[in-house]
C-alpha cells in the first residue's frame, strides 16, 4: 500500500477524484490544504489544513511526510514556493515527487512527470536517446479531441482565486501570482471581448507584409506562467523580447520583419502593442517589428521562417510544422536536432531546421512516457486523465535517463 500526500493542483475536481481512485485501489490518500480555493475542490477524507506563516510551512510538511509515513508527493507547479519546500522535504526522504500539468501535448493529454518540468524533467536532451525511449513506445494513438468547456475552466478559476482574497482562515496564505485576479479577469474579459476585432487587424497587416520576405515570429508567453521565470534567465516577457529586438535590428536582413504574437489568454495588463513599438523604434526597426494578436498560431507559422520563443509549448507547434526554432530558455523539446543551437544572432540568416524523423520519435517518446490521455475539465477527459494517473501512480514514475 502507498501513502500519498497531494498539495496544490489544477483548479478542477482532479486530484479529489484521483484521491479517490487510489483509496479505491487500497492505497491512503492525504490532502493540505494552502488556501481556502484548495479547501474548496478537495473533496474525501485525509486533508488538514495549514494555516500557518511561511516561515513554519518547513517544520509541518516535514513532521506531516514523517507522521503519516507519505510514500509519495503529488502537485502541480513545482516552482511554487510551499511546493519547493515540500519537494525538497520530500527528497531528503528519497519520496518520489510526481508533478502534474497541462500536456506538452495538447489538447487530449496531461503531464505526469517525475519532480518537475522543462529544465527539472528527466527527459533526455540527447537525440540517441530520444531515439532509444523512442523504440520503446508504442505508435503514437490518434488524438482524443475532448469536450473541455472554457466557461467552466474560467469559472472554476474565478471561484479558486478570488476566494482565496478572503482573510480568513488561510490569512497567511501567500500566493504565486504576481497580480490580483481581479485586473486579471477583467483585462482578460476586455481581450476576449475584442478578439474579433484583433484578428482583422493582424490578418490585415500579415496580407500587408511582402510575401517574399522572411518573416520570424515571437511567441510570447503570459508573465504569470512559472516556466518563463523559473526555466530561463529572463525575470519577465519584457527582457527577452528586448534583446530578441536588439538582435534581429543587428544582425537580420534588411528585408526580414518580426512579429510578436501576444499570448491568446494574456490579461493585457501591458500594453504590449505600445511597448512593442517602443523597442523598435530604440533599435531603429521600427517599420519592421509587429505586434499580432488574435490570428491563430497556424496561420502566422505558415508564413514564418521560423520561430522564437522563451519555453512556450507553441514551440511544439514550429517543430511539427518543419519551423526552426529558437528557444531562449530550458524546454523539454530544446534537444540538438529540433532547436536552433547556433546562437540567436544566426538565427536571421542561417536558422537551422528540425530533423522531421527526431521530432517524430520525441513526440512518441514524451506522449508515452511523460502524459497521460485525458484533461481537467470535461467529466469524460478527467474520467480518462484519473485513470491514467492513478495506473502511473501506482507503478511509480521512472527517473528517465537515470
Not at 528557444?327 to 546562437?343: D, F, I, K
Request: glycine share 8%.
Amino acid at each position: 500500500m502507498k501513502r500519498f500526500l497531494f498539495l496544490q493542483g489544477p483548479i478542477s475536481p482532479f486530484f479529489a477524484e484521483l484521491a479517490a481512485e487510489l483509496r479505491a485501489r487500497g492505497h491512503a490518500a492525504h490532502r493540505i490544504n494552502l488556501c481556502l480555493g484548495d479547501k474548496m475542490f478537495w473533496r474525501g477524507p485525509g486533508a488538514v489544513d495549514f494555516t500557518g506563516t511561511l516561515a513554519d510551512w518547513p517544520r509541518f510538511v516535514s513532521d506531516f511526510l514523517d507522521r503519516e509515513a507519505i510514500t509519495d508527493l503529488v502537485l502541480l507547479g513545482e516552482q511554487r514556493v510551499y511546493h519547493r519546500i515540500a519537494i525538497g522535504a520530500a527528497q531528503a526522504r528519497s519520496i518520489p515527487v510526481a508533478a502534474t500539468d497541462y500536456g506538452y501535448l495538447r489538447p487530449d493529454r496531461i503531464i505526469l512527470e517525475r519532480d518537475g518540468h522543462n529544465a527539472m524533467s528527466h527527459f533526455p536532451r540527447e537525440p540517441a536517446e530520444v531515439l532509444r525511449l523512442a523504440e520503446a513506445a508504442p505508435p503514437l494513438a490518434p488524438p482524443m479531441v475532448f469536450r473541455d468547456s472554457f466557461a467552466r475552466q474560467a469559472l472554476w478559476d474565478m471561484e479558486f482565486h478570488l476566494a482565496n482574497l478572503l482573510p480568513w482562515p488561510f490569512r497567511h496564505f501567500e500566493t504565486h501570482l504576481l497580480n490580483s485576479p481581479i485586473p486579471i479577469y477583467m483585462g482578460t474579459g476586455v481581450r476576449l471581448a475584442l478578439r474579433p476585432l484583433a484578428r482583422r487587424l493582424g490578418e490585415r497587416l500579415l496580407h500587408r507584409l511582402p510575401a517574399d520576405a522572411p518573416l520570424f515570429v515571437f511567441a510570447m508567453q503570459m508573465e504569470m506562467d512559472f516556466s518563463l521565470r523559473a526555466y530561463s534567465p529572463f525575470p519577465d516577457q519584457d527582457t527577452p523580447m528586448r534583446e530578441t529586438v536588439a538582435s534581429f535590428a543587428a544582425h537580420a536582413p534588411p528585408q526580414a520583419h518580426l512579429a510578436f504574437k501576444v499570448h491568446p489568454l494574456d490579461p493585457g495588463l501591458k500594453w504590449w502593442k505600445r511597448r512593442v513599438a517602443r523597442m523598435a523604434r530604440a533599435a531603429g526597426v521600427a517599420g519592421r517589428v509587429h505586434f499580432l494578436d488574435g490570428v491563430p498560431l497556424g496561420a502566422v507559422l505558415a508564413r514564418s521562417a521560423g520561430m522564437i520563443t522563451v519555453n512556450s509549448t507553441a514551440g511544439l507547434n514550429a517543430l511539427e510544422a518543419g519551423k526552426p526554432l529558437l528557444a531562449l530558455g530550458e524546454a523539454v523539446y530544446r534537444v540538438p536536432g529540433l532547436t536552433h543551437e547556433s546562437g540567436r544572432d544566426r538565427f536571421w540568416t542561417a536558422p537551422e531546421p528540425p530533423d522531421c524523423a527526431l521530432f517524430a520519435a520525441f513526440r512518441r517518446a514524451i506522449a508515452h512516457h511523460l502524459h497521460v490521455v485525458g484533461g481537467y475539465y470535461d467529466a469524460e477527459a478527467l474520467r480518462h486523465a484519473v485513470q491514467g494517473a492513478a495506473d502511473r501512480l501506482e507503478a511509480g514514475l521512472p527517473l528517465l535517463g537515470a
